[in-house]
């Protein structure tokens, strides 16, 4: 615990003061005392206490006292809170193939419960966006702190056709750019990949991240691989969520899942027919886990599998570790203070409770 004001802490001299001031006063009503002719009768007049009653209102005052000058002081106490321009960005693959069954009721409905808890248990001072991909990707929510937003943005999630990784995290890049001067933007999405900045965390990380969980490949737009390079110029760090069992159940979308192609009979495919990223409807398509365990090494991010319910909670429960921090003092002056007058207020109220004089 440090001070802003240590000098105000000489009022701390107030306690020994008043202690010195209450010993003398008790030392003369002693020798006043003893003038008496008849001890037993003064003791007779006066109403009973027992000693610890007679002491108890100093004691309260004195303690009360050092609290408040402990508040004169602004004491602060020192703790670890998130950077304030710390963004999250979360990625989430809203594809058919997040309809499939294989994860009771779909896999969409368990990633929009999970996604769900882990705005929520996000530290107040975490800026939270949503990008939402399928065949395009769209920020549809951008940095904010107002978790209702995003919660009902989540609640609200519904598919499409396709999947586009890499424009998903080119997208994460530009939604972190919106809230933090040091990330420049990425623009619209490029054809070409960028040039090879060189190790990721060379020059240390932004605090700012990606979080992108997919069930599927890439089959829209820019490569993930190609997108990596912009997110390492920019020194993001895009941690990846493979999603979903080896052997995905038929799918089953809600109305609301299906949203404006709730009258859609082309099937689950990406144009094609077939299912999520692609392929008929025995070729189920699964999490292209290679290249989400390489965009997430060559981003300093890390690469998390969730094929159940338990599995994917779990992994969002450890992400909010991996932002960063910064120590910073707290004040808690209104501490000492409050307690400070409470105890003068209980001093005042025990002297009157137990008075000699009614």
């Known amino acids: 615990m440090s001070f802003a004001w240590p000098l105000a802490l000489i009022s701390l001299l107030l306690v020994p003061g008043v202690l010195g001031v209450y010993w003398w006063a008790q030392r003369r009503r002693r020798r006043q005392a003893v003038r008496y002719s008849s001890v037993a009768l003064l003791r007779s007049v006066l109403p009973a206490r027992k000693r610890w009653q007679r002491h108890l209102p100093v004691a309260l005052l004195l303690v009360g006292l ?54 929520e248990k996000q530290p107040k001072g975490v800026r939270m966006g949503l990008v939402v991909f399928s065949g395009f990707a769209e920020l549809t929510v951008p940095p904010t702190t ?91 760090r895009v941690y990846t969520i493979g999603f979903g069992t080896p052997n995905p159940a038929p799918p089953s979308c809600t109305r609301e899942q299906l949203g404006g192609d709730v009258f859609d009979t082309r099937g689950f495919g990406g144009g094609g027919g077939g299912f999520g990223g692609g392929g008929g409807f025995g070729g189920f398509l699964v999490a292209d886990e290679p290249t989400l365990k390489a965009v997430a090494a060559r981003t300093g991010g890390t690469y998390h599998s969730a094929k159940d319910a338990d599995q994917l909670r779990k992994v969002f429960t450890k992400l909010p570790k991996e932002v960063a921090t910064q120590k910073r003092p707290t004040e808690i002056t209104w501490w000492f203070a409050g307690l400070g007058a409470l105890l003068a207020a209980a001093a005042v109220a025990a002297s009157m409770r137990w008075s000699p004089y009614p």
């Open 146 to 236: 107002d978790r209702k937003t995003l919660d009902e943005a989540i609640k609200a999630l519904t598919t499409g056709h396709g999947t586009a990784i890499g424009s998903a995290m080119l997208k994460g890049l530009d939604a972190i750019a919106e809230s933090n001067p040091a990330v420049s933007p990425v623009g619209d999405s490029p054809d070409a990949p960028a040039a090879n900045p060189g190790k990721p965390g060379a020059n240390g990380f932004v605090p700012d991240i990606v979080v992108l969980l997919t069930d599927g490949a890439n089959n829209r737009g820019i490569e993930p691989l190609d997108a990596v390079p912009y997110a390492v110029e920019r020194r993001v």
């Open 66 to 119: 050092a609290s408040l000058a402990f508040a004169a002081g602004r004491p602060q106490m020192t703790r670890e809170v998130p950077y304030a321009r710390t963004s999250v960005i979360l990625a989430l693959d809203v594809s058919r193939s997040m309809c499939s069954t294989d994860v009771q009721p779909n896999r969409l409905a368990v990633a929009q419960e999970a996604a769900r808890n882990f705005v």
